[in-house]
């Protein structure tokens, strides 16, 4: 008789959901907790607190010893994937706009060129342009000694990509260079992995939003009078904008979330550092869970503030 | 106002226009209809160099069409154009929509091309929308201010790609009426339309087209009342027919 | 003649910018060119002789042919490695037959059920003769192919059901659904991986053991589905709101409906979006290299740690990109052949 009535089967299907979904999470739950005990592994977030004992090998912002917590490390961690994330995304949006503008170039050359590097760049794994651009940089690159300076102020050496900042510019002394900011070759290698990639999606998404925009607003634009610039500027990229930013944002994302492969190439992101923590203490499902909390808080408020974005400032 | 002069266009192998003669004098109001595919859009976008030709001549005004750009930025200043689809900006208010060009293109100041735009805005008689965004105006409305847009560039000639096809029957008529007006003003005109009645009312020529040619031109009496071709009787019949 | 010159003039030379565009790419081109074809080609060792590589000053591509073997086939024992080459052979032969249209028939499942039976019966052995090979051994190019394909082939009906939960009128089920899709979705492939490799053995009874290769083959079908869920579902959203409410009117219950007249349709329009995330996964399957799983990447990679070799990473990981490059290229070509045959 329940299940006879449409109401009836609606609730006799969700109480069965929920019912396999706890009896689901009971199974995993009860052999979770035997199985830990068995092996005397603890359990917790106490292990936090304790001193944790490893060096980490650059710190983007933060000071870190090795006789600080467990808790300092990983938020150490965190702290070094945000740089790389935000440096990565603002070079790869300057990058990828650019390459997206240029794959609309009445241009043969420049047209042609920027498709071949989206393709190129688009088959082939995230993972193997990592290892790459680390091999150039610790295989092809000149010692400190004989460093390559493209730019005044910059040297590329296999110990690292040195650049001027506001406090100073790097000069050579000894064996090392001295002052101005140094991005390790874990770090380099990672920045232009990421920003190169990412550029590359983000090259497709511009040219998208371009082509989005209907034909007739240039062409009203043109019988106005307006130059090719300002249509551009005043009517096209507006309009494309808002094709453009939802899927720009979720590359920000993926972005982010592909800065997690530092942990292959040795530079101490927010994985890196809680697999050295899981390693260390055993505590393999906090660890995990540490990690997915924090990428998933920065997913969620990404997606909070696309809502808010269409919402608000999308067309009507 | 307008020459052009052995007109030829292609579409890649696909010849769209052979051999094209128009004159189009001062004040003159041309009304250019035909079968779809004959050209007659292509025509008139030839004349803002919208369309490129690949041989013969197109004078505007005086200057001749080339591949230069300042010149055809010179015509463009001085021709208007009014397209079926409106291609009013979206994502600016219909004011915005009307000073953009004056502002970018002669560098009015912004209080001389708003005192402008709400000049035209109620010779076509909607100066209340004036705060609204395109999207919520209706066709017709939306059409009105295109026309008042393109004026506000004070055009010597203003060209019309069929402007109400894209309407809603029970707006036509509000469009018509302000293109009525304006040819009774004494601006140049040149209209691509399926609209009979207008052609008959304003039209000081008609040009018919066909298969890329001009097959037929003559002043609407002569050009309703007796056709001289086979091709223009039957276009006619089809159109008028219902 | 005149038509190279016009040709010149309008699509390199068309104004000041594009004049200095391509007079600056020329310039950087002539710069970066012949150096590369001179490393690549002209200046390179093709022997396999690591002391002629170091001595040379080209690309060093002895060393592929020094360890192609196990390249493609990792651990897998020496002399039997006829077994993972047929079986390679065997898979992506499986892949092109199914691409062609003509061979759209119901019978395409048994073609690929007696494939993979016979796929498995390679790489494991154990009977017909075959020694028995555990596939701890299993490496290279093959391993690739096969998370690849098991994981597409499982994750697809489960990301169908997915998204048609997630569509679901009822909390529970959309509650779930979307739970998690958005989880899966807000973490990196990092972390699923070192779930799998980590807390499975945990979430089993204890005695109850599995192996690696499953424990990675896991959690990248909980990870495609989850991606592979929310393109079906744009696929569902897109088809207009007539066609479900034709399949009402005609008071088909629900899976019937939706079997018959909804999926289809759905599908056919998310072609486009698959095919990227098909591609997108197939270059994911190179991160279990980073829970010692050893696929193509690994392979590579640890190829390089042989003393004779090490240093020649550069010349690896192109060889790594062009190998990708030919599967995804290829498989995104033919993605954009069946959009424009739609």
Redesign the interface.
């Known amino acids: 008789m329940v299940w006879r009535s449409a109401r009836g089967r ?1 609730i006799a ?2 109480a069965a ?2 019912g396999a ?1 706890l009896f689901v999470a009971w199974f ?1 739950i009860s ?2 907790a ?3 005990e ?1 092996r005397r592994i603890a359990s917790g977030f106490g292990f936090l607190g304790r001193e944790a004992g490893f060096e980490i090998g650059e710190s983007a912002f933060l000071r870190y010893g090795a006789s600080d917590s467990y808790l300092r490390a990983l938020v150490v961690g965190l702290t070094n994937t945000l740089a790389v994330a935000v440096i990565g995304i603002v070079l790869a949006t300057g990058l990828g706009t650019t390459i997206g503008l240029s794959r609309l ?6 047209r042609n ?1 920027s498709a071949a590097y989206v ?2 760049m ?8 990592l ?2 651009w ?3 940089i ?3 690159m000149p010692g400190p000694r004989e460093a390559l300076s493209p730019l005044p102020g910059v040297f590329l050496s296999n110990r690292g990509i040195f650049v001027p900042t506001f406090s100073g510019a790097p000069e050579l002394q000894g064996f090392n260079f001295v002052g101005g900011a140094a991005l390790s070759p874990e770090f380099a290698a990672l920045l232009i992995g990421l920003a190169t990639y990412t550029a590359a999606f983000i090259a497709e998404i511009v040219r998208a939003g371009i082509l989005a925009v ?1 034909r ?2 240039g ?9 090719r610039g ?1 249509t551009t500027r ?2 096209i990229l ?2 494309a904008l ?1 094709v453009i930013v939802p899927p720009m944002t979720s590359q920000y994302l993926n972005l982010t ?2 800065s ?2 530092a ?2 190439i040795g530079y101490p992101d927010l ?1 890196s550092i809680a ?1 050295t923590t ?1 390693n260390q203490t055993g505590q ?2 906090e660890g ?1 869970a540490i ?2 909390a924090v ?2 808080t ?3 408020s990404i ?1 909070a503030f696309m809502n808010w974005y269409n919402a608000h400032v999308a ?2 | 106002m307008i020459e052009m002069i052995k007109v030829s266009k292609w579409f890649g192998l696909f010849q769209v226009l052979t051999d094209v003669d128009l004159k189009v004098a001062a004040g003159e109001k041309v009304v250019v209809c035909g079968p779809s595919g004959s050209g007659k859009s292509t025509l008139i976008r030839l004349v ?1 160099r ?1 369309e490129e030709h690949q041989s013969g001549r197109v004078i505007v005004d005086g200057v001749e069409l080339t591949d230069d750009p300042k010149k055809t ?1 010179a015509v ?2 001085e ?3 009014v ?1 079926q ?1 409106f ?5 600016l208010t219909v004011l915005e929509n009307l000073t ?2 004056p502002v ?3 560098h009015v100041s912004r209080k001389e091309a708003e005192e402008t735009a709400m000049h035209f805005l109620a010779r076509v008689r909607i100066p209340e929308q004036a705060g609204k ?1 395109p ?2 105006l209706s066709g017709g409305q939306q059409q009105r201010v ?1 026309i008042a ?2 004026l506000c ?1 004070r055009p010597k000639l203003m060209l019309f790609d069929e402007p109400t096809s894209a309407l809603d029957p029970e707006m036509i008529k509000e469009v018509l009426d302000v293109m009525v007006e304006l040819a009774r003003e004494g601006m140049t005109m040149v209209v691509v339309t399926h609209e009979m009645g207008f052609a008959k009312t304003v039209a000081d020529r008609v040009v018919f087209m066909d298969g890329g040619r001009i097959v037929e031109a003559a002043p609407p009496a002569e050009f309703f009342g007796a056709p001289k071709t086979g091709r223009a009787r039957l276009f006619l019949s089809q159109v008028l027919g219902h | 003649m005149k038509f190279a010159i016009q040709w010149i003039r ?3 030379f ?1 104004g000041w910018v ?1 004049s200095a ?2 007079l600056l ?2 310039f950087v081109l002539w710069k970066t060119l012949p150096p590369f074809i001179d490393w690549a080609f002209l200046d390179a060792v093709w022997k396999p002789d690591s002391k002629a590589c170091r001595a040379g000053e080209g690309a060093c591509w002895g060393f592929i042919a020094e360890k192609h073997r196990f390249i493609l086939f990792g651990t897998y024992p020496y002399d039997l490695h006829w077994r993972p080459a047929v079986a390679t052979v065997l898979l992506i032969g499986l892949w092109i037959f199914s691409a062609i249209r003509l061979f759209w028939k119901w019978w395409l499942t048994l073609v690929w059920l007696s494939g993979l039976t016979t796929i498995g019966i390679l790489m494991w052995g154990g009977i017909l003769g075959l020694p028995y090979v555990e596939n701890e051994r299993w490496g290279g190019l093959i391993l690739t192919l096969l998370l690849t394909t098991f994981g597409l082939a499982i994750a697809f009906p489960l990301s169908i059901l997915l998204a048609l939960g997630r569509r679901s009128d ?4 959309r509650g ?1 659904s979307v739970g998690y899709i ?2 899966i ?7 699923l991986l ?2 799998a490799s ?2 499975l ?6 005695g109850v053991t599995i192996d690696k290769l499953l424990r990675a083959q896991i959690a990248m079908i909980l990870f495609a589905a989850a991606y592979l869920a929310e393109v079906v579902r744009g696929g569902l959203q897109a088809i207009p709101r007539g066609q479900y409410d034709a399949a009402h009117a005609l008071a088909l219950p629900y899976w019937r409906r939706t079997y018959l007249i909804i999926l289809p349709q759905a599908l056919r329009i998310s072609v486009p979006p698959l095919m990227n995330t098909f ?1 997108a996964f197939f ?2 399957t ?2 279990v ?2 829970i010692g799983l050893f696929d193509l ?1 690994s392979t590579i ?1 640890i190829s390089l740690n042989e003393p004779a070799w090490t ?4 010349e ?3 060889f ?2 062009l190998v ?2 030919v599967f ?2 290829a498989m ?1 070509r033919y993605s954009r052949g069946l959009e424009h045959q739609r």
């Open positions: 609606r299907y969700q959901a929920i979904a995993l052999n979770t035997a199985n830990l068995e170039s009445k241009n043969f050359l420049l060129l393709e190129f688009r088959n082939v794994p995230l993972l193997v342009q290892f790459f680390y091999a150039v610790t295989e092809s209907d007739g607003q062409e009203a634009a043109h019988a106005l009078g307006l130059s300002q005043l009517v507006p309009q808002r979330k592909n997690s492969l942990v292959a994985v697999n899981m393999a499902i995990i990690i997915m990428y998933l920065i997913s969620l997606s067309f009507r | 803002n919208l930025d463009r200043r021709v208007g154009m397209f689809s291609n009013l900006f979206p994502h953009l060009a970018w293109v002669k965004y999207s919520q295109a847009r393109a560039m | 309008e699509n390199l068309a594009s565009f391509t790419l020329i009822m909390p529970v089920i779930l958005e989880l979705r807000g973490v990196p492939l990092i972390s070192f779930m980590v807390m053995p945990l979430f089993l009874p204890s591609i270059k994911d190179s991160l290299l980073i990447l990679k240093g020649f990473g550069i690896a990981y192109v790594a990109s990708y490059f995804c290229y995104s």
